[in-house]
């Protein structure tokens, strides 16, 4: 936990019912973690708390921009997140966050840095291979992209083995 974070909710006080909550997370968000996938951030985070009299329930909704590198041609562009995800905080005997749904504070807390948790539902709301919408569309132009094309296997040349095509006769 990071006792000198500005994402802490602070629910000791609160009233039971919902409570809502606002956050921004910029680039300087993700140099604290030493994470350097991004080029830009600008991201909204509302989160609205539902305290009970045993536990909370968080429902996080982020929207925003993120500018990432195509992994083809390696050009900058932005990546529109929208995402929502769920966290229920129970009291127990220690902290336990191994559940990713569940969250387990030690009796006794009475606030929640929610910096770990916003910095893995950003980063894991973007797909795995980011691709420019450009090259998606065909309407961006890049040197890599002629580079790519020129090296693309032609559909008439016959790269499969011959040794292979009695057997595939037997397919039925």
Not at 28 to 55: M, Y
Not at 98 to 121: A, N, S, T
Not at 147 to 158: A, C, G, M, Q, V
Request: glycine share 4%; aromatic share 10%; with cysteine.
């Amino acid at each position: 936990m990071k006792p000198n974070s500005k994402y802490k909710i602070e629910f000791a006080g609160l009233k039971t019912g919902n409570h809502q909550f606002n956050f921004k997370v910029d680039k300087k968000f993700f140099d604290r973690f030493n994470f350097s996938d991004f080029n830009n951030v600008s991201i909204n985070i509302d989160i609205e708390l539902t305290k009970k009299s045993t536990l909370l329930e968080l429902n996080f909704v982020l929207n925003g921009i993120v500018n990432v590198n195509c992994d083809l041609t390696n050009e900058p562009f932005d990546k529109q997140i929208k995402q929502e995800a769920m966290l229920v905080v129970k009291f127990g005997q220690e902290f336990n966050d191994e559940d990713d749904e569940i969250l387990i504070l030690p009796h006794g807390e009475h606030k929640l840095y929610v910096d770990q948790y916003l910095f893995e539902l950003i980063v894991l709301s973007l797909p795995p291979k980011r691709i420019h919408p450009g090259v998606e569309d065909g309407s961006l132009k890049s040197e890599i992209l002629d580079i790519l094309e020129d090296h693309k296997p032609k559909e008439n040349s016959k790269l499969a083995d011959p040794r292979w095509d009695k057997l595939k006769s037997l397919k039925r």
